[in-house]
């Protein structure tokens, strides 16, 4: 009986089912990525229809226009559907026309026109004149004309739609992910961010680089060849695949599209670049997949049993499929020039007799077997005893007649070779193509289970890294609900996993931003829109508001669906609150600074009041009753003088020497500016230890401690309560250090600010003295207060211990080191003051205010000395120099600082400059003890501050003149 044709092939059998698996196994990504490069090359289209300069494209001989950009339609006037499909002809674009045979003409000769000046006729009927390039390129395989052309009539409209144009063209280079270049003669004139990144260079260095320095060494001469090439003018082909260079060493393959063109009158190439090494390693795993594939019919399911048994079954097959008599499957280690035999035939096994069949090889020692590693390839040896090269065998070895070795290759790299021998026939390229399809396949196996094994790994880590990630990593449904939360969200939110899982990411979020989380997940699951460093607010389960940044984007499946979404949260709240206080601490220093400006006129106020009241009595013949309001006048100066230093330390954290200071003044110096400030309904108190209390420390450092711990106990304390401050003097024994080990054993001088307010938490007493940490309002605190005060009586030598009990108030103690008996001296009473007289020194005093000069100049020359003014630094520095000539040099300058024109800072350098020696008394209302002359090797100076009274004058003129000079 005849056999039946076969079937019409419907995907049955082996061949239908290699078809079918085939399909079935195309990566997903490859086809991701076929749509990546078509989308790539429709960039290079939006290039076209983005570009500033005029494009065509237009039929070769007839002239219809297939396509033109959007700068032609409004250099033209026409729109899209009047244009394409008709001839250049029909449409009259040109003003001459019988120039366009001639054209053709030349352009059939060479393939491209450069320079070409033509007049073209807008649809309105005006003609514009046109700089053109002509380039005859392919397009599926018909010739097409493609036009480029500048319009140098210069048009307001036109161009303002060139600028417009060539904004947009810009946009999208900047913005697009392909790489845009434009390369005239050898080097690059242009390459956007894109193409930069790929090839490592800076927008300014890429300009110094030959355009084929970034290509592949394999692909350099062709790239080479057709980019100068294009630029003469030649046809060669405009699309290919090459590898380039990153700066770093690294390669990459790209997908290459060129056209020429005109760039600054001069000829170019264009050149668009888009990354498909993904397409490549893609197509490559294909290609593996395939060669596997056709493997897997012959080895069936054997795939899912040990991987001995493949091997053992790959070599059986491949002796049985060659009908070789003996074969061997050895694994290589290329790096260690090893080979391992780890298969055997079933005959082989039987013939050979040797006792001790060695399993690894040394390659260097292998002559047969080693031959198809050195080659990378096949090698047949049909006549063995012929060959000149063989060692021979050892006693009890299989004889070898025939031989046929075959090498695995993976990335280049010999990874396994199969061995067969003695066929009766001479073995030959079918062979070859059996054991080669039987090996790769079971290699392809071999690497799938180590990739498994690979990818079961990785899966851990990432678990592992998610799992142990600081920031909070969650997924969500497309219903916008959570599917996954690590268990960074317990911690920083507070809710168990099993609490979040199923319920909306809005859930979370603040009422009034839960419309905006809506619009923004819903733009990633319909949109594949991602986001990064979103800022914004979510509720823990506390009800606390905690502060993120959020980073995410879509959720893809193997087929590139959107299956839901994929963030990162990063707690940024300690940040925000961080920013917060610094801003806060900003504006506070602010309004110190100008505080204390305010400070400074108000003392110029109080100087010129004080002085004038002084200047009445020495001027005398008052009555005793007038003698005595002036002195009151005084008084009260000084008090308010008194009240404006205190203020000016409590914006600055002054610097100056330790003096001995009678630590119960200071107190009740805060003491009575508290009472001043304090509620009438708040209770201020004052306990002052019995004489005496003296400690060596900086007055104004010491009075901002105090005071700041006045005023948080002020704040602390509502209607009704009390506010106490105690000085006592304390010994502090060892039993003491032990319970206190932060503390010296020693005599003390303490301080209690006592409060009866609401006491704190001991959360909130454990970081009591934290920079920036604070439990009052924004914009009631900075946080900084209690942490200045402690770093100023840590630098004291003393200590400062808070205790507090929710509902129950505060007490703080400062606790600084007693000062010794002999140093008491310094705080004897002092003297009446002595009013020293001068003997004729010659003063210059400077000050912008008229008041002061003329106070100062009446005590100065009433008591000696010879006195001159200036009211700014220029006058000051033409009298001091000019006095200086004369061979009359002044003997004290006497400076204010804050003054229009040139200042007093200004002046010093001028003067500095030109008499180093000269002496300077700074009169300042700023507060400041000291001056620092800005060098080194000169001491802070003593300075005279506002408002001074005449022993005060008299007394720093006196010590300025007797110190060395040197400004």
Not at 369 to 379: A, D, L, M, S, T
Not at 480 to 487: C, D, K, L, Q
């Amino acid at each position: 009986m005849p056999k039946q044709d076969s079937p019409p092939h419907s995907g049955a059998g082996p061949a239908g089912a290699k078809a079918e698996a085939r399909q079935a196994a195309r990566p997903a990504s490859l086809e991701r990525l076929e749509r990546e490069l078509s989308a790539a090359r429709e960039v290079f289209q939006r290039a076209f229809q983005a570009s500033p300069i005029c494009l065509t494209l237009s039929s070769l001989p007839e002239g219809v226009m297939l396509d033109v950009n959007e700068t032609f339609l409004l250099m033209t006037g026409y729109s899209r559907q009047e244009v394409v499909g008709r001839t250049v002809q029909d449409l009259g674009f040109y003003a001459q026309p019988e120039k366009r045979q001639t054209l053709l003409a030349e352009l059939m000769k060479s393939g491209r026109l450069r320079g070409l000046r033509l007049k073209l006729r807008r649809k309105g009927g005006e003609t514009a004149t046109l700089l053109c390039s002509m380039d005859v390129i392919h397009l599926d395989g018909r010739p097409v004309l493609l036009v480029s052309a500048n319009d140098l009539s210069g048009g307001g409209e036109t161009a303002l739609a060139l600028r417009e144009s060539e904004a947009k063209f810009r946009t999208l280079t900047e913005t697009t992910a392909s790489g845009i270049f434009i390369i005239q003669g050898e080097y690059f004139r242009y390459m956007n961010p894109a193409g930069l990144r790929l090839v490592g260079y800076g927008a300014d260095e890429i300009q110094k680089v030959r355009f084929w320095e970034v290509v592949h060494p394999d692909f350099r001469e062709l790239v080479r060849g057709r980019g100068l090439a294009r630029q003469q003018g030649q046809e060669v082909p405009s699309h290919y695949e090459f590898k380039v260079l990153h700066r770093n060493g690294g390669e990459r393959w790209v997908d290459f599209t060129a056209a020429a063109l005109e760039f600054m009158g001069q000829p170019a190439m264009l050149g668009t670049v888009y990354d498909i090494t993904d397409l490549k390693k893609a197509e490559e795993a294909l290609r593996l997949d395939e060669a596997r594939l056709e493997a897997l019919v012959k080895l069936g399911q054997m795939h899912n049993v040990p991987q001995q048994v493949i091997v053992d079954y790959t070599l059986e097959e491949a002796v049985r499929l060659t009908k070789s008599a003996v074969g061997y499957v050895g694994f290589v280690d290329e790096e260690r020039g090893t080979m391992t035999i780890v298969a055997r035939s079933r005959t082989a096994m039987e013939r050979c007799s040797l006792a001790a069949k060695p399993t690894t090889y040394r390659l260097d020692d292998t002559v047969l077997w080693g031959e198809p590693i050195r080659r990378r390839g096949p090698v047949i040896t049909n006549d063995y005893q012929a060959l000149a090269s063989k060692k021979g065998t050892p006693p009890g070895h299989i004889l070898i007649e025939r031989h046929l070795s075959v090498p695995v290759l993976d990335a280049g790299r010999v990874v396994a070779v199969i061995g067969l021998g003695n066929k009766a026939e001479p073995y030959d390229e079918a062979d070859v193509r059996q054991a080669t399809l039987l090996m790769d396949a079971m290699w392809k196996i071999v690497q799938h289970r180590r990739g498994q094994k690979a990818l079961r790994r990785s899966e851990e880590r990432f678990r592992s890294l998610t799992e142990n990630a600081p920031d909070i990593i969650f997924t969500l449904g497309v219903d916008g609900s959570f599917t996954y939360v690590n268990p960074s969200w317990q911690r920083i939110m507070g809710h168990a996993p099993q609490e979040i899982v199923g319920r909306p990411f809005v859930d979370f979020v603040r009422p009034q931003d839960a419309e905006y989380a809506r619009r923004m997940f819903k733009r990633m699951r319909d949109e594949g829109h991602t986001i990064s460093e979103v800022r914004g607010i979510l509720l823990g389960k506390d009800g606390r508001p905690r502060h993120f940044t959020l980073g995410g984007g879509p959720n893809l499946d193997t087929h590139g669906q959107i299956t839901g979404m994929v963030g990162v949260l990063k707690d940024i709240s300690d940040q925000v609150e961080l920013e917060a206080q610094v801003r806060h601490a900003q504006k506070m220093e602010a309004l110190g600074t100008l505080a204390g400006g305010v400070a400074h006129e108000f003392n110029n106020v109080l100087m010129a009041v004080r002085g004038y009241s002084q200047l009445l009595v020495l001027a005398g013949g008052l009555p005793d009753s007038a003698a005595t309001y002036l002195e009151k006048i005084d008084q009260s100066c000084q008090r308010a003088a008194d009240l404006t230093r205190k203020m000016l330390t409590f914006t600055r954290l002054e610097t100056g020497e330790k003096t001995a200071v009678d630590l119960n003044q200071v107190t009740r110096g805060v003491w009575e500016l508290l009472r001043q400030t304090t509620s009438p309904g708040i209770e201020v108190l004052l306990e002052e230890a019995a004489g005496l209390l003296v400690v060596l420390a900086n007055a104004a450092q010491l009075e901002q401690v105090l005071f700041n711990l006045a005023l948080n106990a002020r704040d602390a304390t509502g209607e009704g309560g009390r506010i106490s401050l105690r000085t006592r003097l304390a010994h502090l024994d060892q039993a003491f250090v032990q319970q206190n080990p932060w503390v010296r054993a020693g005599d003390y001088s303490l301080v209690e600010v006592e409060d009866s307010g609401q006491g704190m938490t001991p959360g909130v007493l454990a970081r009591i003295f934290d920079p920036f940490f604070t439990t009052k309002e924004p914009g009631k605190g900075t946080g900084l207060g209690l942490s200045v005060a402690y770093s100023i009586i840590k630098a004291h030598g003393g200590y400062i211990e808070a205790r507090s009990q929710p509902g129950r108030g505060s007490l703080f103690t400062v606790y600084l080191p007693a000062v010794e008996q002999e140093d008491l001296a310094l705080l004897e009473a002092p003297q009446a003051p002595e009013l020293l007289k001068g003997q004729g020194e010659r003063l210059l005093v400077v000050d912008d205010e008229p008041q002061l000069r003329e106070i100062a100049t009446e005590m100065l020359q009433g008591f000696g000395y010879q006195v001159r003014t200036a009211s700014q630094g220029q006058e000051a520095l033409d009298l001091y120099l000019d006095a200086l000539q004369q061979g009359q040099p002044f003997d004290l300058v006497i400076l204010d600082l804050a003054m229009p024109v040139m200042d007093g800072l200004t002046f010093l350098e001028h003067l500095r400059q030109r008499h180093p020696q000269a002496r300077v008394l700074v009169a300042t209302g700023h507060g400041a003890e000291t001056f620092n002359w800005g060098q080194e090797d000169q001491p802070p100076r003593p300075v005279l501050r506002k408002p001074y009274n005449l022993e005060q004058l008299l007394r720093q003129v006196r010590r300025s003149l007797s110190e060395p000079g040197g400004c």
